[in-house]
């Protein structure tokens, strides 16, 4: 019975055509962005090595050396501040890692560019398609005057909004997938490197302005990029989640997608202007980078981990599905 | 039936993709959560050092910005036109490793050398350059020389301790390199008074005296030859010698190298 709800769900989503919006939109920046990555990369290689070669046979250590000297130079500027010190320090200690453990962190491939794409889009792109999808789930409902045809029927109220919900995740699940598949065919015709088997190193961990690489293993890319796009799935779930909530809240479906849009960027605001309160970590967008603490960047915010961040999404996630049930099955429907 | 068709394909896609994300989550989290283990078995590992190809004719530059070449708009620094010359004296490629550091003095060149990687270098390097102490001496346009002579001998003293250092280490690890130190010039003319200006050629003869204790090692005075050419020999920033100023240095390197090997 909820699997053929479910099964209607999500053919009514598809039917809007929202999941070929996406697609095309996807299609357009993962194209330019590896476009990009590529014009980049040539760019690299020339100020580098002043040559470019042909084929990928390129002397990356001898980039990532000058890299590091470049980097030790700009520590030695006297206008740089203490904070971009300490990330530069680990950067340099990063690169160096990679040049003692022979891991070539330089030439593009399908895998590594897809793991970027992840990493870049974690925290805007991907929740802001997300809300594309989840931001009419249920107020959608109440501006197309279809809520009532749905309520008459013979079926619990929380079987209506539990079949809706699930149809969303199914659809995040199919997004990930998606992405993935898009970003790694593109990038791969475009390289011409898929690199999946390359090592990469992961488990780092900046403590106090140093490097910790204690912790660090030697993964594949295949696995390094199934580890980053399941963050980016629980960050699609929670975000979703949230949306789904306000959707329920509002009444109409430009304010829930406003709504979503705008905490969406102000997180990223408060990040920059606020990062010495501390109870700022404890809102939800300034969790969901969570990449980052697989390559141990350098966090502005003091006590955010990976388990911190998962926790605090993990809570407002829970947060956000209970709000909505209880909402939904109380509220009164006036049309 | 092609709707049924698209609804199982889905679903199947679905449950593929839950199942590897769950795992994958799974695993980013284990991964990260692990406590450190102990520092000191990291600390123990030494960084590898890679040794240079033979097959070049390697170069060696260490320093500061004039080493590195900073001003010089074509990026190549008197390294790269030395090197363009050199090509007529070798059979081989010629590589330069260029490890200058801009704004570095001669304390962070000494912890320079001691790296495994710069120790690597110098070993395979058959011609080393250095340029170091214009940081150092820089300072002096704005001291009050006659309440601070003291001063400016105590940092002349530390640079010539950490200069036989520099050149202690090298010749360890390379006896038979040619060993080239670039001089230092004044960037800033007639704005230096003259009793400043003997104390920069004061610094310099130290320098001299300790390069010529090296039986393989060359002293390249630069002093002279931006005396009168500050206008076309320093870039925008009145400080670093310009392309032409990169050139003339270069110039005089092989003038004095001419009959050399």
Not at chain 1, 142 to 154: D, E, M
Not at chain 2, 56 to 67: E, K, P, Q, R, T
Not at chain 2, 216 to 242: E, G, R, V, W
Request: charge should be positive; glycine fraction near 6%; proline fraction near 3%.
């Amino acid at each position: 019975m909820l699997l053929v709800l479910v099964k209607n769900e999500v053919n009514k989503i598809l039917s809007r055509r929202k999941m070929l919006l996406i697609t095309v939109i996807m299609l357009i920046l993962v194209s330019l962005f590896a476009y990009g990555q590529n014009y980049q990369y040539k760019n690299t290689l020339n100020k580098y090595l002043k040559t470019t070669t042909e084929s990928g046979d390129v002397a990356w250590q001898e980039l990532q050396k000058q890299q590091i000297q470049d980097l030790k130079n700009r520590l030695n500027r006297p206008d740089i501040s203490e904070s971009s010190k300490v990330s530069i320090n680990i950067q340099i200690q990063q690169n160096q890692y990679y040049l003692d453990n022979n891991i070539n962190p330089i030439n593009p491939s399908a895998a590594k560019f897809s793991v970027k794409l992840m990493e870049q889009s974690i925290s805007v792109l991907l929740p802001l398609l997300i809300i594309l999808l989840a931001g009419d789930s249920v107020c959608g409902e109440f501006s197309a005057k279809t809520i009532k045809v749905l309520l008459t029927r013979a079926v619990p109220r929380w079987k209506v909004l539990l079949s809706k919900y699930i149809a969303l995740l199914i659809l995040f699940s199919i997004v990930i997938l998606e992405m993935a598949a898009l970003s790694i065919l593109i990038s791969g015709l475009l390289f011409n490197n898929w690199g999946f088997y390359e090592p990469v190193a992961t488990g780092f961990n900046s403590v106090s302005g140093t490097l910790d690489v204690s912790n660090v293993i030697k993964v594949t890319e295949l696995q390094y990029l199934i580890l980053v796009y399941s963050l980016g799935w629980f960050v699609s779930i929670v975000v979703g989640t949230i949306s789904f909530m306000v959707s329920v809240l509002v009444r109409n479906t430009a304010t829930s997608i406003g709504i979503m849009m705008a905490t969406l960027v102000g997180g990223g605001f408060l990040r920059l202007f606020l990062a010495d309160w501390p109870a700022i970590k404890y809102f939800f967008a300034i969790n969901l980078n969570l990449p980052q603490y697989l390559t141990g960047s350098y966090t502005p915010i003091s006590g955010m981990s990976l388990i911190f961040s998962t926790l605090v999404l993990l809570t407002w996630g829970i947060g956000a599905f209970i709000v909505s049930f209880v909402v939904f099955t109380k509220q009164d429907v006036l049309v | 039936m092609f709707k049924n068709l698209k609804w199982k394909l889905i679903l199947l896609l679905f449950i593929v993709s839950t199942i590897t994300l769950i795992t994958g989550f799974a695993a980013a989290l284990s991964i990260s959560s692990r406590p450190p283990k102990e520092i000191s078995n990291t600390e123990t590992e030494k960084p590898k050092s890679e040794e240079l190809d033979q097959n070049y004719y390697n170069i060696l530059v260490l320093g500061d910005s004039l080493a590195k070449g900073t001003g010089d708009e074509k990026g190549l620094g008197f390294s790269g036109y030395f090197s363009d010359y050199w090509k007529t004296k070798t059979s081989k490629e010629i590589k330069i490793n260029n490890l200058a550091i801009n704004g570095d003095v001669s304390s962070g060149l000494l912890s320079v050398v001691q790296e495994p990687q710069t120790l690597a270098d110098i070993k395979g390097s058959s011609i080393i350059f250095i340029s170091i102490g214009g940081n150092e001496i820089s300072r002096l346009k704005n001291m009050d020389i006659t309440s601070s002579t003291t001063k400016i001998k105590d940092i002349e003293d530390t640079y010539l301790t950490n200069l036989k250092s520099i050149f202690n280490i090298i010749r360890t690890n390379n006896p038979s390199s040619m060993v080239i130190f670039i001089g230092l010039y004044n960037p800033f003319g007639k704005e230096l008074t003259s009793d400043k200006v003997s104390i920069l050629n004061g610094w310099n003869y130290q320098s001299e005296q300790l390069v010529s204790l090296d039986s393989n090692a060359l002293f390249i005075p630069t002093y002279d030859l931006f005396k009168y050419n500050t206008q076309s020999y320093l870039a925008a920033d009145d400080f670093h010698p310009n392309s032409t100023g990169y050139e003339a240095i270069s110039n005089r390197i092989v003038e004095a190298l001419k009959n050399y090997k």
